[in-house]
């Protein structure tokens, strides 16, 4: 398609019954993954999406005891590895396509996929997010029968599909007319050489091309066609200081052109054509392919008026295909208030949980932070100024890992990577799932993968193929990694059911729960001499059901403990029952609640052992 003009929403539209949204995307488990380090759609030995195993693939699965670090043997290989990292790797949607039931058995109900948009031909944009063609699949990925195929066999096993998309920016389809190329934003604008060829070079004339038509191929410049227009661009230059503003709005994202959104504050939002234009080609998106919702990337970067009027744009268009519930979840870095306060101006659904989150969920379980930090991230009341306790379980979608890692800076790393995190991952995966917020799988985290590379904190060593190729995980080339059998997968799926089944796990408020060893002197567990060994327990409530969940921070050891719960809900004699345990021979197990006088009032308690780094739910 060349044109925007050419959408024909009418025969879109033309006997189609659209998946409707999901009543509450709390209730849901995402799963993101980077598509070309996916599947390719070749591996041998792995499970169907019908459950059958699959043969006649050329990848078979990988064997830890011979596999590690076969890509890495002698140094011209290890050189090999690092590079192809940094380029396409092969995952394609044919490959996800016959994935789905993989996901599907982890217990995921929604897929976060990366932008399948094409992309400059001229740089290894592997990630996606370097758009030239904004209304075509990249032929690397496939085609958009392919993607309209992996969506409908999403939804055909229970699963929506979220799209990541891209705002702020396009690919780098054009060049500056200054020496070192990339000029830093200084306030005013810079003179452009060209829209690039195929090649980078600039060798197109920076003009209007519907006003003055040029023959320009479908690899050359930006399209579609209303794109290739000098005023849809702000050319002035990459960002240095990404906290100073206006710099980080008008700024050039690296290389990656920044699009002129318009001007005025978020009340009186004037859109320029450009803006108007992606919001016509995101829901080109939605009627072609029945995608449920839109992570919108770097929305930081855009005004509020313009984040506000695409919110608005898409929402009521969703309604009218019957979306009622259509899912907007930005990446607003930048902390916490500055989220809140992005999502309270534009109508977001939610944010990404990639600052303090990330940070305070991994520290929680490594035992380095102590535990009320993390589970006071969703303690809003302060934000939304009430005195009482706001909770915020559908606003923030909450990572252990994810493909960027900017809240780790230099040192990006998975959670595998260092201390203990191999034998922890599980009470990880737990605490994620099973506290506030939209949890979100990293793609790889449930087979434990580590991110290492050689130290230097590049970006490829967290984004490892699962699908083996030429950077495998753990060092490795040409082995698969879709593992069912694994302790990690299993464990994984058995909370995930039963997340599904409990609505107090999904829905109920939560509590960080006192813990003592004596039943008698009760305190928060806290980290001493840097480290916390420790039970750490809360609660999820839901009018007058109560579950009590307990993670071990201690890697080596069982740890036992006396825990609060609801006096209120428990009098004295009242049983809890294990429901689940990484010891499954505790599972059916019944405590019994103890009541007595406290300090200030009637307290209760029961006493609870977790297994060494394992988790624990009673009801």
Same mark, same amino acid.
């Given at each position: 398609?060349?044109?925007?003009?050419?959408?024909?929403?009418?025969?879109?539209?033309?006997?189609?019954?659209?998946?409707?949204?999901?009543?509450?995307?709390?209730?849901?488990?995402?799963?993101?993954?980077?598509?070309? %380090?996916?599947?390719? &759609?070749?591996?041998?030995?792995?499970?169907?999406?019908?459950?059958?195993?699959?043969?006649?693939?050329? !990848?078979?699965?990988?064997?830890?005891?011979?596999?590690?670090?076969?890509?890495?043997?002698?140094?011209?290989?290890?050189?090999?590895?690092?590079?192809?990292?940094?380029?396409?790797?092969?995952?394609?949607?044919?490959?996800?396509?016959?994935?789905?039931?993989?996901?599907?058995?982890?217990?995921?109900?929604?897929?976060?996929?990366?932008?399948?948009?094409?992309?400059?031909?001229?740089?290894?944009?592997?990630?996606?997010?370097?758009?030239?063609?904004?209304?075509?699949? &990249?032929?690397?990925?496939? !085609?958009?029968?392919?993607?309209?195929?992996?969506?409908?066999?999403?939804?055909?096993?229970?699963?929506?599909?979220?799209?990541?998309?891209?705002?702020?920016?396009?690919?780098?389809?054009?060049?500056?007319?200054?020496?070192?190329?990339?000029?830093?934003?200084?306030?005013?604008?810079?003179?452009?050489?060209?829209?690039?060829?195929?090649?980078?070079?600039?060798?197109?004339?920076?003009?209007?091309?519907?006003?003055?038509?040029?023959?320009?191929?479908?690899?050359?410049?930006?399209?579609?066609?209303?794109?290739?227009?000098?005023?849809?661009?702000?050319?002035?230059?990459?960002?240095?200081?990404? &906290?100073?503003?206006?710099?980080?709005?008008?700024?050039?994202?690296?290389?990656?052109?920044?699009?002129?959104?318009?001007?005025?504050?978020?009340?009186?939002?004037?859109?320029?054509?450009?803006?108007?234009?992606?919001?016509?080609?995101?829901?080109?998106?939605?009627?072609?392919?029945?995608?449920?919702?839109?992570?919108?990337?770097?929305?930081?970067?855009?005004?509020?008026?313009?984040?506000?009027?695409?919110?608005?744009?898409?929402?009521?268009?969703?309604?009218?295909?019957?979306?009622?519930?259509?899912?907007?979840?930005?990446?607003? !870095?930048?902390?916490?208030?500055?989220?809140?306060? !992005?999502?309270?101006?534009?109508?977001?659904?939610?944010?990404?949980?990639?600052?303090?989150?990330?940070?305070?969920? $991994?520290?929680?379980?490594?035992?380095?932070?102590?535990?009320?930090?993390?589970?006071?991230?969703?303690?809003?009341?302060?934000?939304?100024?009430?005195?009482?306790?706001?909770?915020?379980?559908?606003?923030?979608?909450?990572?252990?890992?994810?493909?960027?890692?900017?809240?780790?800076?230099?040192?990006? +790393?998975?959670?595998?990577?260092?201390?203990?995190?191999?034998?922890?991952?599980?009470?990880?995966?737990?605490?994620? +799932?099973?506290?506030?917020?939209?949890?979100?799988?990293?793609?790889?985290? $449930?087979?434990?993968?580590?991110?290492?590379?050689?130290?230097?904190?590049?970006?490829?060593?967290?984004?490892?193929?699962?699908?083996?190729?030429?950077?495998?995980?753990?060092?490795?080339?040409?082995?698969?990694?879709?593992?069912?059998?694994?302790?990690?997968?299993?464990?994984?799926?058995?909370?995930? %059911?039963?997340?599904?089944?409990?609505?107090?796990?999904?829905?109920?408020?939560?509590?960080? %729960?006192?813990?003592?060893?004596?039943?008698?002197?009760?305190?928060?567990?806290?980290?001493?001499?840097?480290?916390?060994?420790?039970?750490?327990?809360?609660?999820?409530?839901?009018?007058?059901?109560?579950?009590?969940?307990?993670?071990?921070?201690?890697?080596?050891?069982?740890?036992?403990?006396?825990?609060?719960? &609801?006096?209120?809900?428990?009098? +004295?004699?009242? %049983?809890?029952?294990?429901?689940?345990?990484?010891?499954?021979?505790?599972?059916?197990?019944?405590?019994?609640?103890?009541?007595?006088?406290?300090?200030?009032?009637?307290?209760? +308690?029961?006493?609870?052992?977790?297994?060494?780094?394992?988790?624990?739910?009673?009801?």
């Amino acid at each position: 398609m060349e044109r925007i003009s050419d959408i024909d929403f009418a025969t879109l539209f033309a006997g189609k019954r659209f998946q409707p949204s999901p009543l509450a995307w709390e209730d849901q488990v995402l799963y993101f993954l980077l598509l070309d %380090r996916f599947s390719d &759609d070749k591996e041998d030995g792995y499970k169907g999406n019908d459950g059958e195993l699959v043969s006649g693939g050329h !990848t078979p699965p990988y064997n830890q005891a011979i596999d590690n670090g076969n890509a890495v043997a002698a140094s011209s290989d290890a050189a090999a590895w690092r590079e192809a990292g940094g380029k396409w790797c092969g995952g394609n949607l044919q490959g996800l396509t016959s994935k789905i039931g993989y996901l599907k058995r982890m217990g995921v109900t929604a897929l976060w996929l990366s932008p399948i948009f094409k992309q400059v031909s001229f740089q290894p944009t592997y990630h996606g997010y370097g758009i030239q063609d904004f209304l075509s699949v &990249d032929p690397h990925f496939g !085609t958009m029968a392919d993607l309209r195929e992996m969506v409908q066999t999403a939804h055909d096993n229970g699963i929506y599909v979220i799209l990541d998309i891209i705002l702020n920016h396009s690919g780098n389809v054009f060049s500056y007319a200054v020496e070192n190329g990339e000029p830093p934003w200084r306030g005013g604008t810079y003179p452009v050489a060209g829209f690039n060829d195929m090649h980078g070079a600039p060798s197109l004339p920076f003009q209007n091309y519907l006003q003055n038509p040029l023959p320009v191929g479908r690899d050359d410049a930006i399209w579609p066609e209303e794109f290739q227009n000098p005023a849809c661009f702000t050319q002035k230059g990459r960002i240095r200081s990404w &906290d100073y503003d206006p710099e980080f709005r008008e700024g050039d994202f690296f290389d990656l052109k920044d699009v002129n959104h318009g001007y005025g504050n978020a009340d009186n939002y004037s859109p320029s054509q450009a803006l108007i234009n992606l919001c016509e080609v995101y829901k080109f998106w939605i009627a072609n392919t029945d995608i449920d919702g839109y992570r919108i990337d770097t929305v930081k970067h855009m005004d509020i008026g313009a984040t506000r009027f695409f919110v608005s744009a898409i929402k009521e268009f969703a309604q009218t295909i019957g979306k009622e519930n259509f899912f907007l979840v930005g990446e607003i !870095t930048g902390g916490r208030e500055r989220a809140f306060k !992005t999502m309270d101006a534009t109508g977001l659904d939610a944010a990404l949980g990639i600052d303090d989150v990330q940070l305070k969920l $991994e520290g929680l379980i490594k035992g380095e932070t102590n535990p009320e930090e993390y589970f006071n991230l969703f303690r809003n009341s302060l934000l939304v100024r009430k005195e009482s306790h706001v909770w915020f379980k559908n606003k923030v979608v909450t990572m252990l890992n994810d493909h960027d890692q900017v809240c780790k800076g230099e040192n990006k +790393a998975r959670f595998c990577a260092t201390g203990d995190g191999d034998k922890l991952a599980l009470c990880a995966l737990a605490l994620n +799932a099973m506290t506030l917020g939209i949890p979100c799988i990293y793609y790889g985290t $449930e087979q434990r993968f580590d991110g290492q590379g050689n130290g230097n904190g590049a970006d490829r060593y967290i984004r490892e193929s699962m699908f083996g190729g030429s950077f495998g995980a753990f060092r490795s080339k040409d082995r698969h990694f879709f593992n069912e059998n694994g302790e990690l997968f299993r464990e994984l799926a058995e909370i995930l %059911r039963l997340r599904d089944k409990k609505i107090v796990l999904r829905r109920g408020r939560q509590y960080l %729960r006192e813990i003592s060893g004596d039943g008698v002197n009760f305190g928060l567990p806290r980290t001493m001499g840097g480290r916390m060994l420790s039970l750490v327990a809360w609660s999820r409530i839901l009018d007058k059901s109560e579950m009590l969940l307990a993670i071990n921070t201690g890697p080596d050891n069982a740890r036992k403990a006396w825990v609060l719960v &609801d006096a209120g809900l428990h009098p +004295a004699g009242s %049983r809890f029952k294990c429901v689940y345990s990484t010891n499954h021979a505790d599972e059916g197990a019944l405590v019994l609640s103890v009541q007595r006088k406290g300090a200030v009032g009637d307290i209760a +308690a029961i006493e609870l052992e977790v297994p060494a780094a394992g988790f624990v739910v009673l009801e």
